[in-house]
């Protein structure tokens, strides 16, 4: 599953990968509420990925699977135990974590999909 953030929107893809190639399954894309339009830049890109989750639990439920995002400071905000966090990150860091713990950072050029579905106007 790739993930962005941008400003307006949220978009992700879930992607599997056959015979070498990643292959776009469903889509997924929020335009974000006024109040979300303010969230930090790492904020929008926790809610991306944890309202992605939710869309596409049916088909991750049960299964491995791997996050990929732009945004190079999630993957280690996982893995921290004594940073102090909102209540909002702490619940959807507590959900991303149950879902898994494999989150990757993907250079920004790499997530064409996901980049363009949280472009939308």
């Not at 930090?40 to 049960?62: M, N, S, T, V």
């Not at 940073?83 to 993907?106: K, N």
Request: glycine content about 6%.
């Amino acid at each position: 599953m790739t993930t962005d953030a941008s400003d307006t929107a949220l978009g992700a893809v879930l992607e599997q990968k056959t015979g070498g190639v990643w292959k776009p399954l469903p889509f997924f894309s929020h335009q974000l509420r006024k109040p979300e339009r303010n969230y930090a830049a790492c904020d929008r890109e926790l809610l991306g990925i944890h309202l992605a989750i939710k869309q596409f639990r049916y088909f991750l439920e049960g299964r491995t699977f791997t996050i990929y995002t732009d945004h190079k400071p999630i993957p280690p905000t996982l893995h921290k135990i004594s940073e102090a966090v909102s209540g909002r990150q702490a619940r959807q860091l507590a959900a991303i974590s149950e879902a898994t713990t494999d989150v990757q950072h993907v250079s920004g050029k790499d997530n064409i999909v996901a980049d363009a579905l949280s472009r939308v106007e």
